[in-house]
């Protein structure tokens, strides 16, 4: 705010600048929108407008394995979204607001386990997967994308409930409420906010993961929409079916996008706040 | 002090609420992880030949020596110092020209920055790799009307190009994430220094350069860090992009495909936990670079 009213050439050269940053951000979506609209040599033109033709769309969603890899890529996401949830608000709640010994060290592991990469645990779960049975079914994804979402849940949450003012317990013990009367009653409402933020920022990146989903996932019976994606491969060298490919990334990218669109603002406060505290 | 008190005398309390927590976790990460290196030291079935029993250092040892995994370590930290240093440069200089704006405008342009960020690193890699076909692709045909080349760019057929490609990819995804922190905080910077400065007749730049900078250091050094973790266990992008070419493949490409197509257990263990190893130096590394300067100034 300062500079721009200091210089009266500000505004021009904010503009140009943000107008870039735009072009850059929404080109290759927009790029991608014009050529689902295409197929058969139309593909390979390069006049940035198309008429919309909503036919790859059609043959995608007239196909019901697509859907199973949709309803897959639902479930998963929504379900290692609860679990997460669930487990980590307790977690959080004693992070948060109780002093006790270990705590720092259960604070550390935590951090320490959020910086593991994917692939330092991907064999020893490939055969912990493998012996419960799961190999190829839904519950390996869910179990194995609790990986990063729970360390991240407990540690966004954490840093909610510690922010509520401390009179909050005191006021409460006093008038002897329970420790989970306390928590379901007084603390839960307050941090709300966190909830969702949490909540939705783990379905986004478990509708988003691809080494696990692709990893532990064999068949189309458990593959999930990024995988399918991914896949997608030529029937011939010189035949990709790039109309085809861009309608059903588009699909597959319109979940998250859309969450982004309606909760921004719950979303970027979880992402600064886990980023900051 | 009450609920303190309160508290001390139940210390089961806490305990029993991280439990449900603590044990989920144990499961996914210390068992996978202890059998990560449990395998890593074990001999890998060949063929029908089962594994031979007993400890041994040789995954380690045929790891040092090949030039495949060499590559991916070469190509992970290029990939991932270009990034990191691309998207905290121009996260800052988006946040810079965000906050001129009024915040109304301001919340709908962040949300449109943001929309990368939510899509799916596979479907960004199938963007912009269509884009940038070298036969088909938009950008080619731009460049050949504006009549700057004459014929398309193969834009991934040397490794440093598949390496590019990888990092404009992640800078279209994943700049937002860095804007979005430099702006919180720019926000969250004391107002006073800087008109003070201003009062002195300080230009913008010094003032950025010698207030703003220093101060949003420590956040800005924390969200690179995090980025710089993301970035080197970066898996879509190489996998989806170029499959199993040696040329541009990622350390977790490389450990995935050992595992899951060459059912190489403990080969694939071994080369997770030497890419651990990299990862653990390059990270050290960053933090003593980033860190330096901010004890300089402090």
Request: net charge positive.
């Given at each position: 705010?300062?500079a721009s009213?200091?210089?009266p050439?500000g505004w021009?050269?904010?503009?140009v600048?943000?107008s870039?940053?735009l072009l850059?951000?929404?080109f290759?979506?927009?790029?991608?929108?014009?050529?689902s609209?295409?197929?058969?040599?139309?593909?390979?033109?390069t006049?940035?407008?198309?008429?919309?033709d909503?036919?790859n769309?059609?043959?995608?969603l007239?196909?019901?394995?697509w859907?199973?890899?949709?309803?897959?890529?639902?479930i998963s996401?929504?379900?290692?979204?609860?679990i997460?949830?669930?487990l980590?608000?307790p977690a959080?709640?004693?992070l948060?607001?109780?002093?006790f010994?270990?705590?720092g060290?259960?604070?550390?592991?935590?951090?320490?386990?959020?910086m593991?990469?994917?692939i330092?645990i991907?064999?020893g779960?490939?055969?912990?997967?493998?012996?419960?049975?799961?190999?190829?079914?839904l519950?390996?994804l869910?179990?194995?994308?609790?990986?990063?979402?729970?360390p991240?849940?407990i540690w966004?949450?954490?840093?909610?409930?510690?922010d509520?003012?401390?009179?909050?317990?005191?006021?409460?013990a006093l008038?002897?409420?329970?420790?989970?009367?306390?928590?379901?009653?007084?603390?839960?409402p307050?941090v709300?906010?966190g909830?969702?933020a949490a909540g939705?920022?783990i379905?986004?990146?478990?509708?988003n993961?691809?080494?696990?989903?692709?990893?532990?996932?064999?068949s189309?019976?458990?593959?999930?929409l990024p995988?399918?994606?991914?896949?997608?491969?030529?029937?011939?060298r010189?035949?990709?079916?790039f109309?085809?490919?861009?309608?059903?990334?588009?699909?597959?990218?319109?979940?998250?996008?859309l969450?982004v669109l309606m909760?921004?603002?719950r979303?970027?406060?979880?992402?600064?706040?886990?980023?900051?505290? | 002090?009450?609920v303190r008190g309160?508290?001390?005398s139940?210390?089961?309390?806490?305990w029993?609420?991280?439990?449900?927590a603590?044990i989920t976790l144990?499961?996914?990460?210390?068992?996978?992880?202890?059998?990560?290196i449990h395998?890593?030291?074990?001999?890998?079935?060949?063929g029908?030949?089962?594994?031979?029993a007993?400890m041994?250092f040789?995954n380690?040892?045929?790891l040092?020596?090949?030039?495949?995994w060499?590559?991916?370590?070469?190509?992970?930290s290029?990939?991932?110092?270009?990034a990191v240093?691309a998207?905290?440069?121009?996260?800052i200089?988006?946040?810079?020209?965000?906050?001129?704006f009024?915040?109304r405008?301001?919340?709908v342009?962040?949300?449109?920055?943001?929309?990368?960020?939510a899509?799916?690193a596979?479907?960004?890699?199938r963007?912009w790799?269509?884009?940038l076909n070298?036969?088909y692709?938009?950008?080619?045909?731009a460049?050949?009307h504006?009549?700057?080349?004459t014929?398309?760019?193969a834009?991934?057929?040397?490794?440093a190009g598949?390496v590019?490609?990888?990092?404009?990819?992640?800078?279209?995804q994943?700049?937002?994430?860095?804007?979005?922190?430099?702006?919180?905080?720019?926000?969250s910077l004391?107002l006073?220094?800087?008109?003070?400065?201003?009062?002195?007749g300080?230009?913008s730049?010094?003032?950025?350069?010698?207030?703003t900078?220093?101060?949003?250091?420590?956040?800005?050094?924390?969200?690179?860090l995090?980025?710089?973790?993301?970035?080197?266990?970066m898996?879509d992008?190489?996998?989806?992009?170029?499959?199993?070419?040696?040329d541009?493949?990622?350390l977790?490409?490389?450990?995935?495909?050992?595992?899951?197509?060459f059912?190489?257990?403990?080969y694939g263990?071994a080369?997770?936990?030497?890419?651990l190893?990299?990862?653990?130096?390059?990270v050290?590394?960053?933090?003593r670079?980033?860190?330096?300067?901010?004890?300089e100034k402090?």
């Amino acid at each position: 705010m300062i500079a721009s009213s200091r210089w009266p050439c500000g505004w021009s050269w904010r503009w140009v600048a943000m107008s870039g940053a735009l072009l850059q951000t929404l080109f290759p979506l927009y790029w991608a929108l014009v050529t689902s609209f295409r197929h058969g040599p139309a593909l390979f033109s390069t006049v940035p407008v198309a008429r919309p033709d909503f036919g790859n769309y059609r043959v995608i969603l007239s196909d019901p394995t697509w859907w199973r890899y949709a309803v897959n890529s639902l479930i998963s996401a929504s379900a290692v979204g609860v679990i997460s949830l669930v487990l980590a608000i307790p977690a959080a709640y004693a992070l948060g607001r109780m002093s006790f010994r270990g705590r720092g060290t259960v604070l550390a592991l935590l951090v320490g386990s959020s910086m593991l990469p994917q692939i330092a645990i991907l064999s020893g779960l490939f055969t912990v997967i493998s012996r419960l049975g799961l190999y190829n079914r839904l519950g390996s994804l869910i179990f194995a994308d609790l990986f990063f979402a729970l360390p991240f849940a407990i540690w966004l949450l954490a840093g909610f409930f510690r922010d509520l003012p401390r009179d909050l317990d005191e006021a409460a013990a006093l008038d002897g409420c329970g420790l989970l009367r306390r928590l379901v009653t007084i603390h839960l409402p307050l941090v709300w906010p966190g909830i969702v933020a949490a909540g939705l920022l783990i379905f986004m990146n478990c509708w988003n993961e691809f080494l696990f989903a692709l990893t532990f996932t064999l068949s189309d019976s458990a593959r999930t929409l990024p995988v399918s994606v991914g896949l997608i491969s030529a029937p011939s060298r010189f035949e990709l079916p790039f109309g085809m490919i861009m309608s059903a990334s588009l699909l597959a990218t319109l979940p998250p996008v859309l969450l982004v669109l309606m909760f921004q603002h719950r979303m970027t406060a979880g992402l600064t706040a886990g980023a900051v505290k | 002090m009450g609920v303190r008190g309160h508290l001390k005398s139940f210390p089961w309390q806490p305990w029993a609420l991280l439990a449900p927590a603590l044990i989920t976790l144990a499961a996914l990460i210390v068992v996978p992880l202890g059998q990560t290196i449990h395998l890593a030291f074990s001999h890998d079935p060949h063929g029908f030949v089962p594994a031979r029993a007993g400890m041994t250092f040789e995954n380690f040892r045929i790891l040092l020596g090949d030039a495949a995994w060499w590559h991916a370590v070469r190509t992970t930290s290029l990939f991932a110092l270009g990034a990191v240093l691309a998207e905290t440069v121009l996260g800052i200089a988006l946040a810079v020209v965000l906050q001129g704006f009024g915040s109304r405008l301001r919340g709908v342009m962040l949300a449109i920055l943001l929309l990368p960020w939510a899509v799916p690193a596979v479907v960004a890699a199938r963007l912009w790799s269509w884009m940038l076909n070298d036969q088909y692709g938009v950008l080619n045909a731009a460049l050949v009307h504006a009549g700057l080349i004459t014929h398309g760019i193969a834009w991934t057929a040397s490794p440093a190009g598949m390496v590019l490609l990888m990092v404009m990819i992640d800078i279209w995804q994943a700049t937002p994430f860095m804007t979005l922190l430099t702006l919180a905080g720019l926000q969250s910077l004391p107002l006073e220094a800087m008109e003070a400065a201003r009062l002195d007749g300080a230009t913008s730049w010094q003032c950025f350069r010698h207030i703003t900078l220093p101060l949003l250091w420590p956040t800005l050094a924390v969200a690179a860090l995090f980025r710089l973790l993301d970035a080197l266990r970066m898996f879509d992008l190489s996998s989806v992009l170029y499959g199993s070419d040696i040329d541009g493949m990622s350390l977790s490409v490389f450990v995935q495909m050992q595992i899951v197509q060459f059912g190489a257990p403990g080969y694939g263990a071994a080369s997770a936990l030497a890419t651990l190893a990299v990862i653990g130096l390059i990270v050290a590394l960053f933090w003593r670079c980033v860190s330096w300067p901010r004890g300089e100034k402090a």
